[in-house]
């Protein structure tokens, strides 16, 4: 359960309020107000004392000197949107998209903790979200409890010291997500106890189980999952509520498909409302140019879901399934002041936005409170090797085949053991290499499907932090990983020996060191250039990141080696250089 952060003396002086000796900082008067409890609208004002409501109702205060009052007739007050399932690292890190986020009305977060666990100690990790914790937004986050690809040094980062100091964290509230729950099926007793650990402080289980049998969901029930995020289907969630797990639904940059299923429910006429949640699942930054959790109750609406079901899906219901109500999702004494203020009940992108009881958005203009937070802890990427032309060997039989986005399966490779520098546009298939950030190993294959025309490609944003080249021509795959060494990481484009477009990612080599609103045009005018030349996907950023994500079928190209998921083994391995 989150910690309650209020002194004494603050609960005395918020009391003091009430009896008039003291007065609120805020007071919104004459609000149309969910209460989210009542599943019902109702009139009032909203009394709030530094980041607390310390009134909601009919009265008003006594004592009102210095008291900033502002008269809502007219307007509609629901609480601060909650996004359960944010993947923080998506070329933005937490607090460029919790201040992007923060204008359409998103205001808590509960992140993947993945990223601060590859590229930190605890300690370093823990001091950075005890610093956002003093930003006016709510951070929550989960434990990992695996890498979700093949590394050799994973139990050494996911060891159970390291795992039980973060679910012992007040801002950890769950364990997961379970993309290595086929180990846990296999009988790895560590992830067992490690979720039973988790249960008996209090916190929740994800699990990340798509295409699941009922059987599967049975045996996952029973090993402690409470909650799923990957119903693709409306027979998907039948099942899931059926076993009595919390459903998230996903409208993401490569699932969109919250519309579709919550058409399904209303037509079928479920009255399961209560039991859903919704997320937007770590999209890229382009996907987010319409709202965060404000664009999926927007799809709620549009999809026929009641404006208070579709909002509580956003906020009260979340809180409630984390045992946070104490806390969030619900405007009513002694709660967060996570506020946003609406033109109407349709309209789910607020005019403004109170969290923690700081005014972030007001008349619809951004009024800039965030403060800034150290990034620099992330580092940097110093790239203090070159490639040869002995690196780029590529004769091997087997390569890596593109279904869609994120998943690839084995192909035979035609061509084995004809090397050549340039490969023809007439068809899709190009060199790939991932290559160790430093230096010490390389592996060398083919990809197809990935685009007809990309000379060279180079990133540095991947599941491990690991160097990604793609292409048609050695040369410029050379030339793009020079270009991405004199960047310090992030994401290059090349052709001929020119750059077409780049994005620089010099926090640690993966992350944009800037706002969101800076990096979507970055985004945007790489997907486009990677569209012209041959990439039919719909998310290339997904792409990188997955090439190596071994929690989805069927092959992956991973730190040990190209590896098979479904055998788990690998199948070549490494070269060291």
């Not at 119903?231 to 076993?243: G, N, P, Q, V």
């Not at 946070?324 to 349709?346: F, K, S, V």
Request: proline fraction near 4%; charged fraction near 25%.
């Amino acid at each position: 359960m989150p910690k309650i952060s209020w002194k004494l003396s603050n609960i005395r002086e918020q009391v003091s309020i009430i009896d008039g000796h003291a007065a609120p900082n805020i007071v919104l008067k004459n609000a149309k107000y969910l209460h989210s409890m009542m599943k019902s609208w109702a009139t009032g004002n909203i009394w709030i004392s530094n980041d607390r409501i310390v009134y909601v109702g009919k009265e008003m205060p006594a004592n009102i000197e210095g008291t900033e009052v502002v008269d809502l007739a007219g307007k509609v007050v629901v609480p601060g949107y909650i996004e359960p399932h944010v993947h923080p690292f998506q070329l933005y890190n937490p607090h460029s998209f919790a201040e992007f986020s923060a204008q359409t009305g998103t205001t808590t977060f509960i992140s993947d903790n993945m990223t601060l666990v590859s590229l930190m100690k605890n300690k370093k990790a823990f001091s950075f979200m005890d610093e956002l914790a003093k930003l006016p937004f709510s951070f929550y986050w989960w434990s990992r409890f695996d890498s979700q690809t093949e590394l050799e040094n994973e139990r050494e980062l996911y060891s159970n010291a390291s795992v039980l100091e973060w679910l012992d964290r007040h801002d950890v509230l769950l364990g997961g997500e379970l993309t290595g729950w086929p180990r846990l099926m296999r009988g790895d007793d560590q992830m067992l106890y490690w979720i039973q650990a988790a249960k008996h402080k209090g916190k929740k289980i994800e699990g990340h189980l798509p295409g699941a049998s009922e059987k599967t969901l049975a045996k996952m029930r029973l090993l402690g999952v409470d909650g799923d995020h990957e119903s693709m289907t409306i027979e998907d969630i039948e099942a899931r509520i059926l076993h009595g797990y919390a459903v998230t639904l996903r409208y993401s940059s490569i699932r969109p498909d919250l519309p579709h299923l919550l058409k399904a429910v209303v037509d079928k006429g479920y009255e399961i409302f209560d039991h859903l949640m919704m997320t937007t699942d770590g999209s890229t930054p382009s996907f987010h140019e319409d709202g965060v959790m404000d664009k999926c109750i927007r799809a709620a609406l549009e999809a026929g879901v009641r404006p208070v079901d579709a909002y509580n899906m956003a906020s009260y219901n979340v809180a409630r399934y984390y045992n946070m109500t104490n806390l969030h999702g619900l405007l009513a004494t002694g709660r967060y002041a996570n506020i946003n203020i609406l033109a109407d009940e349709h309209s789910p992108t607020p005019e403004a936005v109170i969290s923690k009881g700081v005014w972030l958005k007001r008349d619809n203009t951004d009024l800039k409170a965030f403060p800034e937070v150290d990034l620099s802890l992330f580092g940097d990427l110093k790239i203090d090797f070159d490639l040869h032309e002995g690196d780029f060997q590529f004769s091997m039989p087997i390569g890596v085949e593109m279904v869609n986005d994120v998943i690839t399966k084995p192909y035979s490779i035609k061509n084995f053991g004809h090397y050549q520098h340039t490969l023809s546009t007439d068809h899709d298939e190009s060199y790939l290499m991932l290559v160790d950030r430093n230096g010490k190993w390389r592996i060398n294959t083919m990809i197809k499907g990935f685009a007809t025309h990309v000379k060279g490609f180079a990133s540095s944003y991947s599941n491990t932090g690991d160097i990604i080249l793609i292409g048609k021509s050695v040369q410029d795959m050379q030339y793009a990983f020079q270009e991405l060494k004199k960047m310090n990481g992030g994401i290059v484009l090349v052709e001929d020996d020119k750059i077409v477009t780049s994005i620089p990612l010099t926090l640690a080599g993966s992350i944009y060191d800037g706002t969101v609103d800076e990096v979507i045009p970055l985004e945007l005018a790489l997907k486009s250039a990677l569209k012209k030349r041959g990439y039919h996907h719909t998310d290339a950023i997904y792409t990188l990141l997955f090439l190596q994500s071994t929690h989805l079928p069927y092959i992956r190209i991973t730190t040990r080696g190209i590896f098979d998921v479904m055998k788990n083994k690998v199948m070549l391995p490494a070269v060291m250089r």
